[in-house]
């Protein structure tokens, strides 16, 4: 059984940035590949940025490409989204996940078998 925490959400204005965090516990965090989730109000969960175990591949959704970085540190059971240029319509509550098969690019929320409770991500005009 894989624990999820994230942090590092708050309000920003326009134009900013902030990084999440997401710590892993109670599972080998390596052999997992993790994603990052959002959902607004009234909006269906949806997918923002994934990344394979290996390091090796990273997926983004076209809305927070070029803006949005998704790294882990497999050492530190830690994956971060850093995200840049943030614009109001990233407002929303950011979850992170895990699975152990399927891949980022690909997968659906319904892939992914753990989750954290989410981080407030505000961003004001």
């Known amino acids: 059984q894989v624990q999820l925490v994230e942090s590092g959400g708050g309000l920003v204005q326009a134009g900013g940035s902030l990084r999440l965090s997401c710590v892993a516990s109670?599972?080998?965090?390596?052999?997992?590949?993790m994603g990052w989730f959002r959902q607004a109000p009234g909006k269906e969960r949806e997918f923002v940025a994934g990344?394979?175990?290996?390091?090796?591949?990273?997926y983004y959704a076209d809305s927070v490409k070029g803006r949005f970085t998704i790294f882990r540190d497999n050492g530190k059971n830690t994956v971060y989204l850093q995200m840049n240029s943030l614009k109001p319509e990233d407002t929303a509550l950011y979850y992170c996940a895990a699975t152990r098969w399927a891949t980022p690019g690909a997968a659906t929320a319904n892939d992914y078998a753990y989750w954290g409770q989410g981080t407030q991500v505000t961003v004001s005009s």
């Open positions: 990344i394979i175990w290996s390091v090796i591949s990273t």
């Open positions: 109670g599972g080998t965090f390596s052999s997992y590949n």
